[in-house]
């Protein structure tokens, strides 16, 4: 049986796990690799690394977040984060990761994802959507939610399936940080958008609204922050939950 | 006793650093290494891989691997392909058109089945492996030895292997209405279909059971 996917997101910025609201804000919540190492433990089963600031002069020491996770931690790793070039990917991959998650670089230039796929395979390639809702439905943002691009959000996914995405992870902006639960709108449209997996991102503050999201729609996988970080919950009591709501979630 | 020591395959293709660490996580050395004196001189040898079949077929053959690979599985001591390590054991796949695989294992690689509006391609995620046809047996003496029936592992793949001959199946997964072959085994050839280096501790359980019959020098 198929499972669907409790990730843990950890959104990095000057070597310290934070987290924010709607992606502005930042708090400090901890050190990104202890909570790692803690989450897996726990049966977290991914992890997403986001380059909060995304800025060049930092990039090393994501590297070596990176390098220091993959000796402890023993299930996939997706960075995400100023990825712009082939050779930002290739370091990304060399350190350790599994994953990458590109927004900006695939707005800017689409053939980026069709040129990362064809080099390292579509299921290393993530399509991070950051979404808005707008006058006209859901509008596509870059630099964390402040930038629009003018991109309808569910054409926007499927043309990055097209281009060679392997997944698409789609954050819902206004929802970042404020534990309001998912947008199950927003994930529902775009599950149904597309053929590849979908990881839904921003807004989970309590177990219940992940059952929510895994009971309203079909979507394969989700990422939290705030609940795992401020510690509302575990990731062992998260997955107890779903289980006996009956949702198939790995114990 | 000394500590085995594993060669994994360096054909640059994708993140080998996963598999290296886990091995060494799990009480083995590792060697990555395209080199044939030192994949010969191997306790055990692993092949990992992502990404298109004719691609990986095509770096193998570049760099001379084909002959070694042959050359380290006629010795009797183990070897596991992982993804598609696994794939290219096969006779062929019709990834992007008919591609020729290293033929250890007969049998060929096709696209999985998908059911229209319900099945993503890739199957993404955490499934669940079980022998066929209840055949628990088959799991003794394997890599499977010490893993129960039904455990969750982390598959990534848009195409699967179909043995020709049942009795390399070691084990089965289903995704939607798709029933594929996710292990094999054939002798001393291993190939899963998931990571067990990135299936946490019931991955690092397989890999220790691979460790574990390089010991005896021997894969079955």
Redesign the interface.
Known sequence: MHKRRVIARIDIKNNYAIKGIQLEGLRKVGEPNNLAKAYYEDGIDEIVFMDAVAAYYDRNSLAEIIIKATQDIFVPITVGGGIRTVDDIKKALDSGADKVAINTQAIRTPEFITEASRIFGSQCIVGSVEAKKGSHGWEAYIENGREPTGLDVMAWAKRLEALGAGEIMITAVDRDGTKKGFDIDLASQVEQAIGIPLIVSGGAGKAEDILDLLTETNVEALAVASILHYKVESVSDIKAMLISANCKVRK | MTIPYIAVVDYNL??V??MC??IS?VGAEYILTREREVILAADGLILPG???FQHGMQQLEALGLVDIISAFTATSKPFLGVCLGMQMLFDESNEHGNCKGLGLIPGHVEKLSVVENKT?????????ILSKDNETDRWQDSILKNTEQET?V?F??SYAANPRDQEDILSIT???ETVFCSSVKKGNIYGCQF?P?????S??KILSEFIALTKNKKGN
Do not use: F, I
């Not at chain 2, 391609?121 to 955490?126: A, I, K, Q, S």
């Open positions: 994708g993140n650093k996963s660490n886990a996580k992502v990404g298109a993503k391609l890739p199957h993404v995620g955490w499934n669940t969750d982390y990534v793949h289903s995704y939607n990571h280096e990135k299936s946490a501790e991955g690092l």
